[in-house]
């Protein structure tokens, strides 16, 4: 079961990046009905929940005894999330469906951790996914140099699909999307990429040259990525990623430099791919309207619940309420942050619950000198503050709570 388990994750891990490219192609290109394609391109559910099943009945309980509280906590957000889907939600199916956005990548985390996979095993998830993500990457960079919303005027997606290159923009700068559709999305994947390229070319400064500019490439293609998307949220959670490498844990002239060189050369592109006199445009996106109405929908939310419904303000409206299902159904609140999107779906008891999770991993990851992934958790958690990066890209909230679990799970299995 683990070697298969293992398998599982690395076929995911290469497939998640490009599955919703996959379902636009399919929906365009065959006659495959909508739920069709959605299982098609969501096969990995039902897989998740069987493998969750085995460990509930053959080691959840064996081990939950002697376990730290990583796993105690992530069994709270999984079974409060389960009573808020049932039983607080307006309806268990959008409970379930908003299940899926927030509490489905605690699943993969638990499995991976429970699994207790080799080091060894560990390696090669974290490799598979810089190989795809320097992949996909790279091609934000080459697709700037093709006609905007090549993948529809090329005819594998439907004209009127807002998909990839072109569709996007942040004041007049044309925003790259790659494979994941749409920028932030593009650029939240990266972020984990990035810094654990960082720490290992920092680990391959005394080694072979060749190591050290195989590594020092890849940055340069995932900083430039990352910033052709020009997600602010996600370009806040690099800089202050890397604020933390510089000031706990490296001062390396050589990446100092680097990552100076790095930031000139994005300001020039950004001032050249803008339209004339439109780099301030660029930098707030044209407007803060969308941004500033749902963030006082939200305040004005939260107040009405504190003066009139303590109860909900505790435990939430029920999962599905906020956040992207929000579009489907027509009523709730998109609050563009991940935690008051939380806060508004499972209450202040569960932004608790989440916060002490995220707050327990970091500590974990500092401790056990896991660099790479704890600035990956924390760029990407400060980009959380101003979007629901977490719920809108499956891409990155499964890929990073799968290496995660693995590696403290594998830190787990040596202490025991």
Not at 107 to 118: N, Y
Request: net charge positive; aromatic share 16%.
């Amino acid at each position: 079961m683990k070697k298969i388990n293992f398998l599982y994750f690395c076929i995911l891990i290469v497939f998640l990046p490009f599955s919703a490219l996959l379902g636009n192609v399919l929906e365009y290109k065959t006659t495959i009905s909508g739920s069709q394609v959605f299982w098609v391109t969501h096969w990995y559910e039902p897989i998740l929940v069987v493998s969750f099943l085995f460990l509930v009945f053959s080691c959840f309980r064996k081990k939950i005894t002697d376990t730290h509280l990583l796993q105690l906590l992530s069994l709270v957000l999984i079974i409060f999330g389960i009573i808020s889907a049932v039983f607080i939600s307006p309806s268990i199916r959008r409970g379930f469906e908003g299940f899926r956005f927030t509490i489905l990548p605690v699943l993969f985390f638990v499995i991976a951790m429970l699994f207790s996979f080799t080091n060894q095993e560990r390696h090669k998830l974290i490799k598979i996914y810089l190989i795809v993500s320097s992949i996909v990457a790279f091609w934000a960079i080459i697709e700037r140099f093709l006609p905007e919303k090549y993948w529809n005027t090329a005819g594998l997606i439907n004209p009127g699909v807002i998909f990839g290159w072109g569709w996007h923009g942040a004041g007049g700068f044309v925003q790259s999307a790659s494979f994941l559709g749409g920028p932030n999305q593009l650029a939240s994947y990266l972020l984990p990429a990035l810094f654990i390229v960082l720490y290992k070319l920092q680990k391959s400064l005394n080694g072979k040259a060749l190591a050290r500019n195989l590594y020092l490439v890849l940055f340069s293609i995932l900083f430039l990525s990352i910033v052709l998307t020009y997600s602010r949220s996600a370009i806040i959670g690099m800089i202050v990623g890397l604020l933390v490498w510089f000031i706990y844990f490296s001062r390396e002239k050589f990446l100092i430099y680097s990552v100076i060189t790095l930031s000139v050369l994005s300001i020039a592109l950004i001032w050249i791919l803008s339209p004339q006199n439109g780099f301030a445009n660029t930098v707030t996106h044209g407007g803060q309207t969308g941004h500033q109405t749902a963030l006082v929908e939200t305040m004005i939310e939260l107040k009405n619940r504190t003066l009139q419904k303590p109860a909900e303000l505790f435990l939430g409206s029920g999962l599905g309420t906020a956040g992207p299902l929000v579009i489907k159904y027509g009523n709730g609140f998109i609050s563009e942050s991940w935690y008051l999107q939380l806060a508004l779906e499972i209450g202040l008891f569960g932004l608790a619950v989440w916060l002490w999770f995220m707050v327990s991993i970091l500590k974990k990851l500092w401790g056990d000198k896991e660099r790479g992934l704890f600035l990956s958790l924390l760029s990407v958690s400060i980009a959380a503050i101003f979007l629901h990066t977490w719920a809108d890209n499956p891409a990155i909230s499964y890929s990073l709570f799968i290496l995660l679990g693995a590696t403290l799970g594998t830190t787990w299995q040596k202490e025991s």
